[in-house]
């Protein structure tokens, strides 16, 4: 295990010791104020050589870890571009890989809401309905076509969490329904 984090802050400050510390952007980028807080108040570090921390690895095999760990997810090469990359040549059979067609916005919506208890477990009872049920499945493939972007608005569900401002110098903290507030106080 290359970052073996004892929790999420720890694997995040090992993950730094390799990769350097974060621009101003990409922890700007984070919700969470804490996880703010937590990177800006590190000491700044810059990124570790690879060679020096794989001793005997390939030039090739160093290009492809330097492109995969960066900080910046946005940033990292694909994994259909890392089967590609030429490290990986002798075992790439593009005709063998399987790729997938994005998830939309519309199947994820629901990360967008902050959500009580009860209304999670009734998203996760219609989301096993679409397998149990062809007059569900078909209700789900007509929805998905006249709202693309998402029906929970219009069902009532949640409340429509305040999206990131990035030019903003401060930013609005993460709203958490009083169960994500619970597991939150209880991991503290």
Do not use: C, W
């Not at 998905?144 to 969490?161: H, Q």
Request: net charge positive; proline share 6%.
């Amino acid at each position: 295990i290359l970052f073996p984090g004892t929790d999420n802050m720890n694997q995040l400050k090992l993950i730094l010791d390799v990769v350097g510390s974060p621009s101003a952007e990409e922890i700007n980028n984070y919700q969470e104020p804490q996880t703010r807080d937590f990177l800006k108040g590190l000491k700044k570090t810059k990124p570790k050589p690879l060679e020096t921390l794989f001793k005997g690895a390939s030039p090739l095999a160093l290009d492809l870890l330097a492109k995969l760990l960066r900080f910046d997810a946005s940033k990292r090469i694909t994994a259909e571009e890392a089967l590609a990359h030429p490290y990986l040549k002798e075992l790439h059979n593009s005709a063998e890989e399987l790729t997938a067609t994005p998830v939309t916005l519309f199947d994820f919506e629901f990360e967008k809401y902050s959500l009580t208890g009860e209304e999670f477990k009734s998203l996760i009872y219609d989301e096993i309905q679409l397998y149990h049920s062809e007059e569900k499945r078909k209700e789900y493939e007509r929805l998905k076509k006249e709202f693309p972007n998402g029906i929970l608005a219009t069902k009532g569900i949640g409340k429509l969490r305040k999206p990131k401002n990035p030019k903003k110098k401060a930013s609005t903290p993460k709203l958490q329904s009083k169960d994500e507030q619970r597991l939150s106080s209880d991991s503290d």
